[in-house]
């Protein structure tokens, strides 16, 4: 400890008093409605979109579908179609976030997420009670967990700043609130 503290000491002092973090204005209370108009235009600035029960089922008459009851099965929906090759990917989320667009989904057993990240597209059917204003109040829910947000598309750059949506997982996300 003697080092540590030497080491310290010999900083130099600037005199200058810690900041205090000033917490932020809080929100006027939105209606649930209201936060889904604000999580809808985060989503798409993001790329992905807000859909209907009709977009789901045109995006389910599609091939090679895996839900995530099917992906607890060895990673293979009961076609035997691995996930890797699943088109389409339907899971729920614990909640959505209005201030920023994304989605938080708790993990763990039972609670797989591959048909969330391996499918070209990840169609989130949720309903509409889970939704919160702001990324505090929804990590003051789901603290105890541990969680994965999820955030538009998957996407990513090269060094000349080229985007690439589907890298890395889905290229498409549709959140459906029900």
Request: glycine fraction near 8%; aromatic fraction near 2%.
């Amino acid at each position: 400890m003697a080092d540590r503290d030497d080491i310290l000491n010999a900083l130099p002092q600037t005199g200058k008093k810690a900041r205090v973090p000033v917490p932020a204005p809080p929100l006027p209370s939105l209606t649930s409605d209201a936060m889904w108009q604000i999580f809808g235009a985060r989503l798409e600035e993001l790329g992905g979109r807000l859909g209907t029960l009709e977009d789901v089922e045109v995006i389910l008459s599609r091939p090679h579908v895996i839900d995530q009851e099917s992906a607890t099965r060895l990673g293979r929906q009961p076609g035997g179609v691995p996930i890797w090759e699943a088109e389409v990917g339907v899971t729920t989320a614990d909640l959505a976030v209005a201030e920023i667009g994304s989605l938080l989904i708790s993990t763990g057993p039972g609670r797989p997420r591959m048909a969330s990240l391996s499918p070209v597209v990840h169609v989130v059917v949720m309903p509409k009670e889970r939704i919160v204003a702001t990324l505090e109040e929804a990590f003051a829910r789901l603290s105890d967990r541990s969680t994965v947000m999820i955030t538009g598309p998957s996407r990513t750059a090269d060094i000349e700043h080229v985007l690439v949506r589907g890298v890395h997982g889905p290229g498409d996300i549709v959140v459906v609130p029900v």
